[in-house]
């Protein structure tokens, strides 16, 4: 025997009490004794036995009754209960069994039978105690890893910052496979407050998933917030999880800079499905099919950040997706698939849309569990963005601004054509003005005048564009098709940059030098152009016209001066 029992022995018989309680102490167990089923079920309350042989007919409290009892105190608990008694027929049998008795044996006892029916029982008794055991061992993992994956969870939500923005133009919803999803969407502003969103969809499910995208958090926020373009910014996150993941662990990621002061969509699309553009009627007017391989699975030497531009000239909807949207099946295996979700996107107007297309999803899964994480985004994208009533994110309101510092510095660059193909020069010299103390208050303003000014010198200036360009059919991708194509082949060309914090007649002010190696552009005609209509170029100039205090062209447009007052 592997166990000494402790066997609770009742009966009103003191002949038999001792013939049974001396013989199970000479297998090794110990008795404890009751006189009838009123003391039977205080002695197992107080006791706790391992095994109960039970008299049926005694005084106080007879043994069926005795049994109903103790299984009411011990519902969760087995405790084996054999009858030992002289009523023989099958009704008493049943009834023992019925009250909650697991064996039943007649009087006189066989004690060669008694002794094989006590180890039988043992044995079961052993299987339920590995069993409990066992159970309590589920129930404490279980346990800690529902605290572990609420931390987890909680964590995540935090990381991802969504809480810190007011989504009023952005509609996201997440159905995930499992506790947790392995798709995560991130939205930020850029000092330009132009918007920045990532929906990225982690190799697996559940918190392995989880854990794969976020590595992109800090990157993404980061380089956004230093005003890095969307090609700089999926470069890194590339590079991130090639280092970070194991090979199998790619990320599919749609990474979006959203323009609405010039109504422009930028995209790039590596693994998920395609993006859609979607007008007031409810058709697609434009789509961005994955163009590049999932993040992580390229080489920085093979990785291609070029991303796709469009410019809409009516409202319309971006809406973006992972791969488990359109993999949702129906009892009958069948797929929600694209079809679905364009006529879904089509039966709605604009406003109910997003909703309409949720309802759709469901209905069609029935209720039965997604194989994979469901995510949806969609952007709206308004005509004319000073009319709507509220920014599409803004950020949650923090603590006061401080005073501003009244250090002087001055700081100047010079790049080559090499450098041009190579560096971020706006979010370069926006962190340089940073360490040198440009109060966060100008910071946006800063950004938007600089990166006018830039762009202005290196498209018009160096690369000899001619914004006619964005006047044709298309003309929006063409001209961003060509500048990528001028900048990639460029050979030569110089481009200087000098910033100044400086102090003119009690006014603290920012100069900010650019002179190119082109020759020049109309910056007279540019400078006429109203900054309040929908034209698509020239609006640049005019917005640094409305910032800045003063500005000084020279050299036919290709070299400029303005001065920004940080009073």
């Known amino acids: 025997m592997s166990k000494n029992l402790k066997i609770l022995v009742v009966d009103d018989t003191e002949t038999n009490l001792l013939l049974v309680s001396k013989f199970i102490n000479k297998l090794g167990h110990q008795t404890t004794l009751a006189r009838n089923g009123l003391e039977a079920v205080q002695k197992f309350q107080d006791e706790s036995p391992d095994l109960i042989l039970m008299d049926v007919m005694m005084p106080e409290m007879d043994g069926y009754e005795a049994t109903a009892r103790i299984r009411e105190l011990s519902p969760h608990k087995w405790v084996p209960i054999m009858f030992l008694s002289a009523k023989s027929q099958d009704v008493d049998h049943v009834r023992g069994l019925q009250v909650g008795g697991d064996d039943y044996i007649t009087k006189p006892v066989n004690l060669v039978i008694l002794e094989a029916r006590i180890k039988a029982v043992t044995r079961i008794a052993e299987m339920q105690g590995k069993i409990v055991e066992n159970n309590e061992q589920l129930e404490r993992y279980r346990d800690n890893n529902e605290r572990e994956l609420q931390l987890a969870k909680h964590l995540i939500e935090k990381i991802t910052r969504l809480d810190k923005y007011n989504l009023s133009s952005i509609r996201l919803w997440n159905k995930p496979a499992q506790h947790f999803s392995g798709d995560i969407f991130l939205v930020a502003l850029t000092p330009a407050d132009e918007i920045h969103f990532l929906l990225a969809d982690g190799t697996g499910h ?69 993006a859609l553009f979607v007008d007031e009627a409810g058709k697609v007017q434009q789509r961005w099919k994955s163009t590049h391989p999932a993040l992580g699975i390229l080489d920085d030497s093979e990785f291609d950040a070029t991303t796709e531009a ?18 949702a099946e129906n009892a009958k295996r069948e797929e929600f698939g694209l079809t679905r979700l364009e ?39 308004p005509v004319n963005a000073s009319d709507d009533s509220s920014p599409a994110v803004s950020p949650v309101q923090t603590a006061g601004k401080s005073d501003i510092c009244p250090c002087r510095w001055k700081v100047g660059v010079r790049l080559t054509a090499e450098e041009l193909k190579k560096i971020d020069v706006v979010p370069m010299m926006l962190g340089w003005m940073d360490q040198l103390h440009l109060h966060p208050s100008h910071r946006g303003q800063v950004f ?115 001065y920004y007052e940080l009073n």
């Open 206 to 274: 559940g918190l392995s998933a989880a854990l794969n995208v976020i590595p992109l958090v800090e990157v993404f926020y980061s380089m956004t917030a230093k005003g890095f373009a969307i090609s700089s910014i999926v470069h890194e996150l590339n590079r991130k999880i090639k280092q970070l993941m194991p090979t199998e662990r790619f990320v599919a990621t749609t990474l979006v800079s959203l323009n609405l002061n010039e109504r422009i969509l930028q995209i790039w699309n590596g693994g998920n499905p395609p």
């Open 310 to 327: 469009f410019h809409w000239n009516e409202p319309g909807q971006l809406y973006m997706f992972s791969d488990g949207l359109l993999e």
């Open 343 to 381: 006529q879904a996107l089509a039966s709605a107007p604009m406003e109910q849309r997003f909703s309409h297309l949720i309802q759709a999803i469901d209905l069609h899964m029935e209720g039965i569990a997604a194989h994979d994480d469901v995510s949806l985004a969609a952007l709206f994208c």
């Open 448 to 562: 938007l005048i600089f990166t006018e000014l830039f762009n202005n010198a290196l498209d018009h200036g160096i690369l000899n564009l001619d914004s006619a360009l964005k006047f044709t059919e298309d003309g929006f991708e063409l001209y961003f098709e060509t500048r990528r194509q001028r900048l990639a082949n460029l050979q030569q060309g110089m481009l200087n940059i000098d910033v100044e914090r400086l102090r003119q007649k009690n006014h603290e002010l920012l100069r900010i030098h650019i002179k190119d190696s082109g020759k020049g552009y109309d910056y007279k005609g540019l400078s006429l152009v109203d900054s309040s209509k929908p034209r698509p170029y020239g609006r640049g100039l005019a917005l640094v016209q409305n910032l800045c205090s003063q500005i000084e062209h020279a050299g036919n447009g290709s070299e400029i001066t303005v």
